[in-house]
């Protein structure tokens, strides 16, 4: 398998714990992020350039295989991220049959942020390749929030909520 990875190095583990680390989140610091959203597209490579170029994800880590991408991580400059890859047609699943993979356009994710105007602006520009869903607005529970489809038809919210704390 012919693999390349676009930006960032890998490095693996040099042991592997025996037991899991206690989370080290302090009021101050947040976890590091355990939910991936993932997506499958007919043009990955396309998706990828949408995503970092216009809605701001940074290319993290992207993994060829045969002029198809095999994986790839964007991460989301204020914590998380996405994991995507490209769909090959034909098949019920996806590329290896597995039942895993999800069909291009499916996601909708909600991503939290601090520059919710600046972001909205962006993306509702002629020429952007976003389909405003739903305009940026106030809401009743305190976030300020909008909503975009990208060019595979996944769903986008943008917004400044950010959950409700844990008891």
């Known amino acids: ?61 992207v993994y060829e295989d045969g002029g198809k991408v095999a994986h790839a991580q964007l991460d989301w400059p204020e914590g998380g991220g996405i994991m995507l890859g490209s769909y090959a047609p034909g098949t019920p699943d996806g590329p290896d049959g597995s039942e895993w993979h999800v069909r291009p356009g499916t996601l909708g994710a909600y991503i939290v942020t601090d520059r919710v105007d600046e972001l909205y602006a962006r993306l509702s520009a002629p020429g952007s390749g976003a389909k405003v869903l739903r305009e940026i607005a106030d809401q009743p529970y305190g976030s300020r929030e909008f909503s975009i489809a990208d060019p595979e038809g996944n769903r986008w919210s943008f917004g400044t909520y950010r959950g409700e704390p844990r008891a």
């Open 1 to 61: 398998m012919n693999t390349t990875q676009s930006t960032a190095q890998s490095t693996a583990p040099t042991s592997t714990p025996t037991t899991a680390p206690a989370p080290t989140s302090t009021p101050t610091t947040a976890p590091a992020p355990t939910v991936w959203p993932t997506t499958m597209a007919h043009d990955a490579p396309a998706l990828i350039d949408f995503l970092v170029n216009e809605v701001g994800f940074l290319r993290t880590a």
